[in-house]
């Protein structure tokens, strides 16, 4: 179950999440960054079995909170979830973007950003994430500019907008 929103991030109801995204429903969702202490971050290739953006890369990790989770709580969770490690996070800033796809499926969100830090080395787990690798932003950003087809929508759409002001939060870059 997702949590449905109005444009102004109020809660209005809960679907289930396929069903949110067949319908383009507004949602809450997050995505998580974390660092090392070279300042570089952490990305993921997601699983060649996703139900979308399969086998391409994405930051850390990202998901959507449950009806009644805490949106940080469940960011946790699913950094534990997905890579094994966690860190503190620290919210940066929220934004809405919505994105068809081929298999008639749309992310229509409000993406809450985090960051955190850590040199622990990920454990990943095979159902949600293929590798993963690090990078520096600078390098991200070009990269992405270069081959945008081996990258989420939503990590293109935050490298184009938001990575400097993530970057300005980052204590290691």
Known sequence: MVILVDENDLAIGAMPKI??????RLHRA???????SK?????QKRADDKYHSAGLWANTCCS???PGQQIEEAAHLRLQMEMGMDSPLKY???FTYKSPYENGL??????YIFIGQTDDEPVINPDEVSEYKYMSLDELEKDIASYPEKYTTW????????LSLIAGHNKTS
Do not use: C, M, Q, W
């Not at 069903?19 to 383009?24: I, V």
């Not at 997050?30 to 090392?36: K, L, R, Y």
């Not at 300042?39 to 990305?43: A, D, Q, T, Y």
């Open 19 to 24: 069903e949110a995204h067949e319908k383009a």
């Open 30 to 36: 997050f995505s998580v960054f974390i660092f090392n």
């Open 39 to 43: 300042g570089e971050l952490l990305l």
């Open 64 to 66: 959507h909170p449950a």
């Open 92 to 94: 940066i800033l929220k």
């Open 106 to 111: 749309t992310e229509h969100e409000i993406d």
């Open 155 to 162: 990590l293109s759409i935050i490298s184009r907008n938001y």
